[in-house]
C-alpha cells in the first residue's frame, strides 16, 4: 500500500482544508492549563455551560461573540449512526446529553470519491471527521523517504483528524479516500466551543470532586491532576447494575453524584443490600487489591446516577501510595453487616 507525494499533491481537494476558521484564543493548546490564553478560555467556559443547561441549546442574545453552533439536516439514520461513534470516541466522553445533541447537529455531510485527498499532512486543520460509510487510508511521511507510509484504514464509525483540532497543530498525517465514502465533519470552531470547553469543564470538576474524597487526601496536586486525566465518566440510571457480583473486575469506581447500594444474596438466594453509597463514595476497589472475584453487586438508586472510573493500571500506577488506606477501610463491610 505505497504513495508517492507527487500522488497526494494531485489529487489534494482545495475544498477540504478552505472553511474559515478563527485564530481567536480558543485555538491554543487545551494542555497548556496556566496559560493566559487558557485562563480567559475557562473563563468562557462557564457561559457556554450555563446557555446548554438553561436553553437545549447554544444560544444567547446578549452578546455578539456568543457561539451558536450550526445545524444540519440528516436523516434519523445518520444522526443514530454519528450519536453512536461519539459514545466510543474518548474525546466527547465529557459531553453531557444536550451537548451531544449539538454536535450531532452540527456534523455537516461530506461525499469524497475515491483518490481525494481528506486530509493532508503538514495542513492547518480546520475540522474533524467521522466516517458513515466507505473506506479511507492514513498515510505518513517518513523522513528521507519519497515514500509514505501506511499507518491504518478507517471504517464506518471512526473518527480521524481530531488531533489538529486539540493540540493546534499542523496535520500530522494524509488521509486518502479509498472509495467513495461519506464523511460527517465537524468544524474547529463549534468542536472548540463545545468539546474543548466540556473538556476544561469537566476536568474542573473532576478536580474539585477527588478533594472531597477523604482516602485521596494525602495525594499531591499533581498525582490528583493525573487522577483526572485517566477518569471516565458514566452517566446511569435507577436501576442500573454496575458491577456484578463473581464477575472478573478491571476498574474501581468513584461516585460523582446520586446513590446506590450493594447487595448479596444469601444462602437462601435471598437479597441483601450491605452497603448505601452516596457522592464522594467509591467502590469495587477490592477486585483491584486482591486480584478476587467481584464481593457483591452494586446498583443505582438515585434517578440519576455519575460515576467516574478508572482501570486497573491506573489505579495501581496512581493509587499506589493511598492502597494502605484503603485496606484498612475494608472493616467498614463488616461494621455495616453487623448493624
Ligand atoms: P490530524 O493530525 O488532525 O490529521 C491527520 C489524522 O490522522 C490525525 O489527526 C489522526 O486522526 C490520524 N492518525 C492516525 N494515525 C496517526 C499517526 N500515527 N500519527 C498521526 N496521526 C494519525
Ligand atoms: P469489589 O469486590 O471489587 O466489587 C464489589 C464491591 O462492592 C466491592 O469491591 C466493594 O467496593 C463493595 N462492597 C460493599 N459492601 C461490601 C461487602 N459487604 N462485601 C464486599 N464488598 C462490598
Not at 461513534?85 to 470519491?113: C, P, R, T
Not at 481525494?116 to 467521522?130: A, P, R
Not at 484504514?153 to 497543530?169: I, K, R, S, T
Amino acid at each position: 500500500e505505497k504513495i508517492s507525494n507527487d500522488d497526494i499533491n494531485k489529487n489534494t481537494k482545495p475544498s477540504t482544508n478552505d472553511l474559515p476558521h478563527s485564530e481567536d484564543e480558543d485555538d491554543k493548546d487545551i494542555m497548556d492549563e496556566n496559560s493566559e490564553e487558557m485562563k480567559k478560555f475557562n473563563n468562557r467556559v462557564s457561559v457556554v455551560k450555563n446557555r446548554i443547561a438553561i436553553s437545549g441549546e447554544v444560544f444567547n442574545a446578549n452578546s455578539a461573540k456568543n457561539f451558536i453552533a450550526p445545524v444540519y439536516d440528516k436523516t434519523i439514520d445518520q444522526n443514530n449512526r454519528i450519536e453512536k461513534s461519539l459514545k466510543k470516541n474518548f474525546i466527547f466522553n465529557s459531553l453531557n446529553e444536550d451537548q451531544q445533541k449539538v454536535i450531532i447537529g452540527a456534523m455537516l455531510i461530506k461525499k469524497v470519491n475515491s483518490n481525494d485527498v481528506v486530509i493532508k499532512e503538514g495542513d492547518e486543520g480546520s475540522e474533524l471527521f467521522i466516517v458513515g460509510t466507505g473506506l479511507l487510508k492514513c498515510y505518513k511521511n517518513i523522513p528521507d523517504k519519497d515514500e509514505q507510509t501506511f499507518i491504518r484504514d478507517y471504517n464506518p464509525g471512526d473518527l480521524f483528524g481530531e488531533l489538529a483540532l486539540m493540540y493546534n497543530a499542523p496535520r500530522a498525517a494524509t488521509i486518502i479516500a479509498n472509495e467513495e465514502s461519506e464523511l460527517f465533519s465537524l468544524d474547529r470552531e463549534t468542536f472548540n466551543n463545545i468539546v474543548k470547553a466540556a473538556v476544561v469543564n469537566q476536568r474542573e470538576r473532576h478536580e474539585n470532586f477527588l478533594r472531597r474524597i477523604e482516602f485521596l487526601n494525602d495525594l499531591s496536586e499533581g498525582d490528583r491532576a493525573k487522577i483526572c486525566d485517566c477518569l471516565i465518566t458514566e452517566r446511569l440510571k435507577k436501576g442500573d447494575v454496575i458491577i456484578k457480583e463473581n464477575d472478573l473486575g478491571d476498574k474501581f469506581y468513584l461516585i460523582e453524584s446520586g446513590t446506590a447500594e450493594a447487595y448479596k444474596f444469601d444462602s437462601n438466594g435471598k437479597e441483601i443490600v450491605v452497603y448505601e453509597y452516596k457522592e464522594n463514595d467509591y467502590f469495587g476497589e477490592l477486585a483491584l487489591l486482591g486480584n478476587d472475584p467481584r464481593q457483591a453487586s452494586v446498583r443505582v438508586t438515585s434517578d440519576k446516577f455519575i460515576v467516574a472510573s478508572m482501570d486497573r493500571d491506573a489505579f495501581n500506577r496512581l493509587l499506589g501510595s493511598v492502597k494502605s488506606r484503603l485496606y484498612k477501610n475494608i472493616s467498614k463491610y463488616q461494621k455495616y453487616l453487623d448493624k
